[in-house]
């Protein structure tokens, strides 16, 4: 009698093991595509803000390349995000213009949203390799995660105008009681 609630023990044991392993399999999949998709709104938001800049500062290459990142193809995507890298690596980004700095906030942007994109499709591909998630075909529901190569952009630190010192304040006399 004891021998049937061990092996009913165990198999409600295997078949708890088995349903965290298929959900932990979904969730990481699923955030992988939410990065994606993060990833993939920082880059367009950082294309359009070079698109501005190069039209404000009347950089034809910098503007090629910035329509070229908003217009490409899905399979031409990363070779035109790093064809903006490099021009943007190659423009001058300085003064205060505010569409500058929104340029190098949103360049900032990507490098985090791609090293976040990374750390989740690495994670994604590591559940798929489990001999158990492969032997029940667990991740057939989904895609196979990519990573998205570009280049790291190492953009300039934007360092605002100083301020101008404030006035010397007199001291105002204090009034009699």
């Known amino acids: 009698m004891w021998w049937v609630v061990g092996i009913v ?10 349903a965290w392993t298929a959900h932990r399999v979904e969730r990481v999949h699923v955030r992988a595509q939410s990065a994606e998709r993060a990833l993939d ?9 070079a698109a501005v800049v190069a039209e404000r ?14 217009d490409a193809d899905p399979d031409e ?3 035109a995000e ?3 890298t490099r021009q943007l690596q190659a423009a001058p980004l300085a003064g ?15 490098v985090l949203a791609r090293q976040v994109h990374t750390d989740l499709v690495r994670d994604a ?6 001999p158990l998630v492969r032997a029940l075909r667990m991740a057939r529901r989904y895609p ?10 190492p953009m300039p630190t934007f360092i605002p105008a100083p301020a101008p010192p404030p006035a010397a304040a007199q001291p105002t006399p204090l009034e009699p009681v």
């Open 96 to 110: 205060p213009d505010p569409a500058t700095r929104t340029l190098v906030a949103s360049s900032r942007r990507v």
């Open 144 to 153: 196979r995660p990519q990573y998205f190569d570009i280049e790291e952009p």
């Open 82 to 84: 790093n064809d903006l």
């Open 57 to 70: 500062s009347e950089i034809i290459e910098l503007y090629a390349a910035a329509r070229l990142a908003l």
């Open 41 to 49: 709104a920082h880059l367009m938001r950082r294309a359009a803000a």
């Open 77 to 79: 995507r990363e070779s």
């Open 125 to 130: 591909l590591t559940a798929r390799r489990r």
């Open 9 to 18: 023990a165990a198999l409600v044991l295997f078949a708890t093991y088995l």
